[in-house]
């Protein structure tokens, strides 16, 4: 496990900062991931660390803009210590549906893919639960 599990994962409140998965409902540890990429010389401080799910991290992989249809210009994507999720993110009233108000939460929904069928089947199940939002 990452030596700065731990304090990622108190910080996060034990979700994924980017969907807000619940890390209860998972039978292992979400991972400690770079918010911006130490292969794009993001450094290794506490600060540029964030708790990521499996699907989200695998999906950022060492992305840090994308392409907005909207304003068709490049984007960076959501940044978890220098961004609110609220003033980006919104749940939809279906309790599962991530949907962004600003480019960069549009970016971001698109490129980890935050409202694949998959992840929206599983928000659902953890509302029922009472686990999410």
């Known amino acids: 496990m990452n030596r700065s599990y731990a304090e990622v994962a108190a910080r996060a ?5 980017y969907c807000h998965a619940p890390e209860a409902i ?13 292969s794009r010389l993001g450094s290794d401080e506490s600060d540029n660390r964030a708790l990521a799910c499996r699907s989200c991290n ?8 994308g392409f907005d249809e909207v304003t068709q210009g490049e984007v960076r994507l959501f940044h978890p210590r220098r961004d609110r999720w609220e003033e980006h993110f ?3 009233t279906d309790g599962a549906t991530i949907f962004g108000f600003t480019p960069i939460a549009r970016v971001t929904i698109e490129l980890l893919r935050l409202n694949a069928d998959s ?4 928000r659902k199940s953890w509302a029922r639960l009472g686990l999410f939002p």
């Open 119 to 122: 992840q929206v089947h599983a």
């Open 90 to 92: 919104a749940i939809d």
């Open 26 to 38: 998972f039978n292992f540890p979400f991972e400690v991931e770079h918010i911006d990429p130490t």
């Open 13 to 17: 409140g034990h979700r994924c900062e």
């Open 58 to 65: 695998l999906f950022k992989s060492d992305q840090i803009a």
